[in-house]
């Protein structure tokens, strides 16, 4: 198999991550990884903060800090909590920090200005008379011009995506003084983004990628794509790296420099673990390696049109093969009456930092976030319902099953797998098989293609069957007088508990691994094709633990989290 790189979209370094950031891409790339890796494929997982760009100068006006010291801040709270969910990367790095990434995007930014992409013009920007400074992307706000949507950044609608400037934000207001703002002039270097539109019309048929998504940045292509700055006038970020009067106090755009991170991410991962960082080269520019990208919806036109271009003007390094997107997740409290953003601001957020410190199993987050996740159209996260399905999928489908085999097999066929023997087997226990290879490959096939939701209602599905084969063949009935026949369908049942344990890894590995341990097993020691080994007759059987303890909702349910 080929290598496989994957990164996940580097997040602002201004605040700590929420249940839509993780339902956006960070999940579903974690799951993928531990899917691949289980499959024995050589992986590489990078990510780190974005630490550039007005979002992080705005965060240190507000804190009373420097931009580098809230992006060190923020960076730190971000790996942290990510990996309280399992979430673990092999690089969480930093643009600001990360000791190869300035040189690395200004020699990228060279490379396309000694090649002629790029047009030096004095443009009109947005600039603030109280302040007196230029407005650049979220310094400003207004109401968008194509779809007339207010608050809206000066960058990009969320609503209908349409790139904004200074002729289509309507009603500008400075975010600094939150007076009118003005349009004046400066210069910038802009690259146009017209001349990639074959490049990037060819990479989207091939590439691995969402039809929703497919069709947006169609969409993009036959409106026609613009010019668009790559440098901003900002203090904090990359020197523009030209020896020119106006070039001078400006730095390169943020969405120009971030994805150069996973590059840069990459170097330092190979410095630290193959002591030379120009083997990132192995993962970027070899044909036996493949890319994918991570990201939400709102990152498309950066990863779908901007980064396509960049990579091609260039020229050294691979297209990646997809770019995996994910919808937004809105959040809805039991007190509303609709669904609402997840906003800071708003006071509509489940941040996961507070979710573990006030003892959320991970593993049920990880589920619940998988469960709704917003692969094909926008989700809802609703507290209640967090709670009602690790309640009746965790505890009672999944957790009871193994429990109560465990126990009820210990108890009376001893501290060991029995045996099923052949002959004992009927047409009920060779279906429950047959279904268990079938749940097998479908969910293989499933993740294979990114279809981790449906892969994880299949797993839970052949969890309900598992219920239901036991129940029809009940062994505490046939205990009494036929213990061949009991330890038959004890045999498949605890099959079954393996299977589970295996292939649910990649979506609930704290309790996979919990699941594993009761046969001695840990998750370093499995494949993922070990699923459909029979656990050996008389293998130890280690005691039975609550896998999923039940949730109170008076506990988890809050009106609002701020």
């Known amino acids: 198999m080929k290598r496989l790189l994957v990164t996940a979209a580097l997040p602002y370094s201004n605040g700590r991550p929420h249940v839509g950031h993780v339902a956006g891409c960070y999940l579903a790339a974690d799951t993928y990884v531990r899917y691949q890796r289980l499959t024995g494929r050589d992986v590489r997982f990078v990510c780190g903060s974005d630490d550039h760009g007005v979002a992080i100068v705005l965060s240190a006006d507000r804190e009373g800090k420097t931009p580098a010291e809230v992006a060190e801040y923020y960076g730190k709270i971000q790996k942290e909590d ?35 992409y790029f047009e030096k013009k004095s443009t009109e920007q947005f600039y603030d008379p109280v302040k007196k400074q230029f407005l650049p992307d979220r ?33 500008a207001k400075s975010v600094l003084s939150g007076e009118p703002a003005v349009v004046r002039e400066t210069v910038h270097w802009f690259l146009d983004l017209s001349r990639f539109s074959t490049v990037v019309e060819e990479w989207l048929d091939g590439a691995t990628i969402r039809e929703h998504t497919r069709n947006y940045v169609k969409g993009l292509l036959s409106s026609g794509l613009i010019q668009r ?37 990459t170097m330092e991962l190979c410095a630290e673990r193959d002591g030379d960082c120009q083997l990132y080269s192995k993962w970027w520019k070899d044909d036996e390696c493949d890319i994918l990208h991570f990201i939400g919806e709102d990152n498309t036109i950066f990863h779908c049109v901007i980064w396509i271009a960049m990579l091609s003007a260039e020229g050294s390094f691979r297209l990646p093969e997809g770019v995996i997107v994910n919808q937004f997740l809105n ?37 619940y976030l998988t469960a709704i996740a917003p692969e094909k159209s926008r989700a809802v996260y609703k507290p209640e319902d967090l709670v009602q399905r690790n309640n009746a999928d965790l505890a009672n ?41 079938k749940a097998f490959s479908t969910l293989s096939q499933q993740l294979d293609t990114f279809q981790f939701k449906p892969a994880l209602e299949t797993a839970m599905e052949f969890a309900r069957a598992s219920n239901r084969y036991v129940d029809e063949l009940a062994p505490w009935k046939t205990r009494k007088d036929d213990m061949v026949r009991t330890e038959a369908t004890l045999k498949i049942a605890l099959d079954s508990i393996w299977f589970l344990g295996v292939v649910l890894c990649p979506f609930i590995p ?32 280690q005691e039975p633990v609550i896998i999923f303890q039940k949730m109170e909702a008076s506990d988890w349910i809050p009106e609002e989290s701020v």
């Open 397 to 437: 489908t999944l957790g009871n099953f193994v429990n109560r085999i465990i126990s009820f097999t210990k108890k009376y066929c001893g501290d060991s797998v029995p045996r099923a023997h052949s002959e004992q087997l009927n047409e009920v226990d060779r279906a429950y098989v047959e279904l268990r290879e």
């Open 139 to 171: 310094f400003v706000k207004g109401v968008c011009g194509y779809c007339s949507t207010p608050d809206q950044n000066g960058d990009q609608c969320e609503n209908c995506g349409k790139v904004l400037d200074s002729t289509t934000l309507l009603e």
């Open 331 to 367: 959040i809805q409290f039991p007190n509303k009456n609709e669904a609402e953003k997840i906003s800071k601001s708003r006071g509509t957020a489940i941040w996961i930092g507070d979710y573990i410190r006030q003892g959320g199993n991970p593993d049920t987050l990880r589920y």
């Open 510 to 541: 704290f309790s996979s691994e919990k699941i594993l341990a009761l046969f001695g097993k840990t998750l370093s020691e499995i494949s993922w094709s070990d699923a459909l080994e029979p656990v050996p007759v008389g293998s130890p059987l």
């Open 229 to 265: 700055s790559m440098t901003r006038d900002l203090s904090w970020g990359i020197p523009v790296p030209l020896d020119e009067p106006e070039a001078e106090g400006k730095v390169l755009y943020v969405w120009f420099d971030a994805p150069i991170g996973y590059i840069s991410n």
């Open 82 to 116: 990510f990996e309280s969910l399992g979430i673990h990367f092999d690089v969480y790095s930093s643009t600001s920090r990360n000791p190869y990434h300035a040189q690395t995007s200004q020699n990228f930014f060279l490379e396309l200005y000694k090649k002629d």
